[in-house]
């Protein structure tokens, strides 16, 4: 299998913006799930937000309202858009592929995704 790719990271202050992307398997795009996770530095992996064939979205409460996944079919992309960003959010950004529709509260947890990518850092300045 093919591991799904992150861009966009990089360095940017408080209360500002940016678009992280993932290229994903069309497939799991269509048909799994793509969810967003990141780790800060000493800390576990976290749940960010997923899109279950790319028709539903869920994300985690510390950034609803502020993150918006996205989904370009015809270019297999899912982005991550993250707006009002805080020092908080500083982590390295993993974008991960399921090959089946995750139900519920399975779709938080990183053990049920099969395929991820490297990473990409975004830190947040004060």
């Known amino acids: 299998q093919v591991q799904p790719v992150e861009s966009g990271g990089g360095l940017v202050q408080a209360g500002g913006s940016l678009r992280l992307s993932c290229a994903a398997s069309?497939?799991?795009?269509?048909?799994?799930?793509i969810g967003w996770f990141r780790q800060a530095s000493g800390k576990e992996k976290e749940f960010v937000g997923a899109?279950?064939?790319?028709?539903?979205?869920t994300y985690a409460d510390s950034v609803e309202g502020r993150f918006t996944i996205t989904t370009d079919r015809a270019k297999n992309l899912v982005y991550l858009e993250m707006s009002s960003l805080k020092p908080e959010d500083t982590a390295v950004y993993y974008c991960?592929?399921?090959?089946?529709?995750?139900?519920?509260?399975?779709?938080?947890?990183?053990?049920?995704?099969?395929?991820w990518g490297q990473g990409t850092q975004v830190t947040v300045s004060s």
């Open positions: 991960a592929e399921a090959y089946s529709g995750l139900i519920g509260v399975l779709v938080r947890r990183p053990d049920k995704y099969d395929d």
């Open positions: 899109t279950k064939r790319s028709t539903s979205t």
């Open positions: 069309g497939r799991n795009i269509r048909s799994g799930t």
